[in-house]
Every structure is written in C-alpha cells, then in structure tokens.
C-alpha cells in the first residue's frame, strides 16, 4: 500500500522526537558523560574575575587567568595565574588529575618565593582570600573522587528544568563535606546549583550558576557569572568569566611544577 506523502514529514518528525527523548540521560553515569560533553575537548584558556564580599559588605576584586589542557593519558591540568592586585601578582595554583586518585595540587607564594603542595588538611580553607576553598575550586574543575552518586527527583529552577544528584563522599576522604547535591540544566548539561553539605547534615556553601548569562561559545554552553555563597561565615564570592578561548594552543609546559616553580616571584 503507498504511503501518504503529506504523512511523510509528521513520521520524519515524530521519529526524530523519539530518538531525542531515547537520547535524554537517565542514569547518573548518562547525566555526567552529558556534563563532560559540553567541555571542551582539548584546551580552554579563561579570564577571570572575582569579587569577594565580607560580612559587612566590603568587597575585594581579584583577577587572573585559568588555563585548562587535556594531555594525550586523558588526563587533564589546569592552572590558575593571578595578576591582580598586586599584592597577588604570580601567585597561582598548579592542578593535576591522576588516576582514580586525588589530583596533586601545588601552589605559588610569591611572597615566600617557593611552591607548596596543598595538603588535605589544607583543602578546606580559603583560596587566596575567596569563599572558594581548594576543595572547592577543584570540584568545579571536574575534579571529584571518594563519591557515592544517587539520582534524585528532578526539579525546576528558575524556570529551567533540571536533573538532581546527590553525591556522597567517603568518610576517610578528607573533605570538609559530607554530601554534595548538583542541580543540572537539562537543555544545556550546564551545572546551575552545587549544595555542600557539613557532617550533621548543615548546608555550609551554594555555588549557583546565572542561567540568565549562559552563553554558547565555540560550540560549548559557557556559565558567564557564577557566585559562591558561605552561609556560616555569610560571605560571597562571584566568579566572572570576562573572556575565553576554547581548543587554542597551549603549550604544556606551563602545567608543570618545574615552571610553576620558576615563576613563582
């Protein structure tokens, strides 16, 4: 029997529908990979800026450059260079993924003139004056490790639908957290809330992403305007990514400890 040609665009429709919705993740492995996928696949180079404001409301402004490579292993470094203010200028954060392990994470002094290695008592204290701890700021590279993950009820959030997962950390981890919940855009795979949670059950940090000031950038959904919020210490630190180059050169020396050291005045 001869199909109806004015079907024919309905069924191509309708089929296309069904391939999205077999697409959409399901599991918290499917939610990840859709996480990892809107990264960039070989090198993002980032300006930044963040204002830290006290309890009272002073606020401090802090700037530097992010800069990320994935190595031939699958692994990736990331280092962080500040240039402003002054007082700032060359202090920077050296980080390394390892296999199913913790990354080693080493830090610059200029003042000091030497680089330390960040140790696990020392993750959970401020980064360089911010509402960011070195725990923190390794997480929102990608860096997790000791977790237990759950998907939980989906949600929506400032309008946008979205995936929840709680995640739960080992006790011999060293984390200052006990669990962390991500809420997760469904159109975009772009993280927009990240609750940290103390022993007790006390909700300690929110890290929230501007779902206003997503912006698509080479291809890639890129959260422009981020704020980390200490409820304890009633802090805040907003995080503004100014500028990003995503997939250019960048040479991998600079993810070394060697030229971490060498530049550390």
């Known amino acids: 029997m001869a199909m109806n040609p004015c079907l024919i665009p309905t069924l191509i429709l309708a089929i296309g529908l069904a391939s999205a919705a077999a697409a959409e993740p399901e599991t918290v492995e499917e ?18 800026t963040f ?32 240039h402003y203010p002054n007082d700032l200028r060359g202090s920077a954060i050296l980080l390394i993924e390892k296999q199913e392990k913790a990354p080693d994470m080493f830090m610059c002094l200029p003042a000091l003139r030497k680089v330390r290695r960040v140790t696990t008592r020392m993750v959970s204290s401020s980064m360089f004056g911010t509402d960011f701890s070195y725990e923190d700021f390794q997480r929102l590279q990608g860096y997790s490790e000791s977790l237990t993950s759950r998907r939980l009820e989906d949600a929506v ?8 997962v709680e995640r739960k950390l080992a006790a011999d981890s060293g984390s200052a957290y006990e669990r962390i919940v991500d809420t997760v855009d469904r159109e975009t795979c772009v993280p927009l809330k990240n609750e940290s949670y103390e022993s007790g059950g006390r909700l300690r940090k929110v890290l929230s992403a ?56």
């Open 210 to 265: 501007n779902p206003a000031k997503l912006e698509r950038i080479g291809g890639l959904w890129v959260p422009r305007s981020n704020a980390m919020r200490d409820l304890l210490d009633e802090t805040e630190t907003s995080l503004e990514v100014d500028k990003i180059e995503i997939d250019e050169h960048v040479s991998r020396k600079v993810f070394t400890k060697t030229d971490l050291e060498r530049n550390c005045h």
């Open 31 to 48: 939610i990840d990979a859709c996480i990892r996928a809107n990264r960039p696949e070989q090198t993002s180079v980032a300006t930044l």
């Open 157 to 164: 959030v400032d309008g946008r639908p979205v995936y929840v």
């Open 51 to 82: 204002r830290a404001r006290d309890r009272v409301g002073s606020v401090t402004e802090k700037s530097g450059t992010l800069t990320w490579k994935k190595f031939d292993d699958g692994l990736s470094r990331v280092v962080l260079r500040f």
